[in-house]
């Protein structure tokens, strides 16, 4: 997994920042059942 990441380390991490970004979405959609379910 390593070698993989390696050749386009710029471009995962655009790749991760956007998921984050999504999720972070996701979970401010969500906080109220979050708060609920704790």
Do not use: D, W, Y
């Amino acid at each position: 997994m390593a070698s993989f990441f390696a050749g386009s380390e710029g471009e995962v991490e655009s790749i991760v920042q956007e998921h984050m970004s999504s999720i972070v979405k996701e979970i401010r959609n969500n906080n109220l059942l979050l708060c609920a379910c704790i």
